[in-house]
Each structure stands twice: as C-alpha cells, then as structure tokens.
Nanobody, 117 residues
Framework: QVQLVESGGGLVQPGGSLRLSCAAS????????LGWHRQVPGKERELVAT???????DYADSVKGGFTISRDNAKKTVCLKMSSLKPESTAIYYC???????????WGQGAQVAVSS
C-alpha cells in the first residue's frame, strides 16, 4: 500500500506564495502519475494538476500560470508551488498516486491552504 505524507500549507495573504510537498513510501514511485487536488466544504474534490511518468504536466484552467507541479523520483516526492494566490484558492489540498489509466491508489492526508488578508 502506498502511503503519502503531505507538508506545507498554511495561511498566506492574497498575492503570496506557498509550496506543498508530498512524500511517498513506495518502491516504484517513478512509474506513477502524480496529482494534486483540492476540496472546499460542500463541493466535490477537483483536480488541480498532474505530472506523468515522462514529466508532462497538465493544469486546471483556474490555476494555469500560477501553480507549478514537479516531481523528484529519487526523493519520491511531488510538489506544488502556488504563486499569486487568490482567496478562491482556499481549500484542503491532497496529493495522489495514480496508475497510467487513471486508477487512484492513494491519497495524502490533506493540507489546509488559506488565502486571506
């Protein structure tokens, strides 16, 4: 079973930046598609960004230009750098490990991000 441990998050003012990290305990980390998602109370969890085995990246339209996903296969980590944050970015952020066909194998515990002045 894949275990994911998130770190980072917190409170930031509008326009500020935060970096989330997610460390995985799995031997075949480089074989997975990694993702970041977010959820606000009362709404469904939404996909924010993914990074595939070869390094190709996809972003939700709402975060393009402000968020950057990256992976370090040697350290078995996936990160999400968030810049120019807006209040509507406030949510709990989750990392995920997925197969190439989209099957989810594990979720992180969630990291709270709050954007407020």
């Amino acid at each position: 079973q894949v275990q994911l441990v998130e770190s980072g998050g917190g409170l930031v003012q509008p326009g500020g930046s935060l970096r989330l990290s997610c460390a995985a305990s799995v031997s075949t980390f480089s074989a997975f598609v990694l993702g970041w998602h977010r959820q606000v109370p009362g709404k469904e969890r939404e996909l924010v960004a993914t990074i595939r085995l070869g390094g190709s990246k996809d972003y939700a339209d709402s975060v393009k230009g402000g968020f950057t996903i990256s992976r370090d296969n040697a350290k078995k980590t996936v990160c999400l750098k968030m810049s120019s944050l807006k209040p509507e970015s406030t949510a709990i952020y989750y990392c995920s490990v997925n197969g190439s066909s989209g099957t989810n194998y594990s979720w992180g515990q969630g990291a709270q991000v709050a954007v407020s002045s």
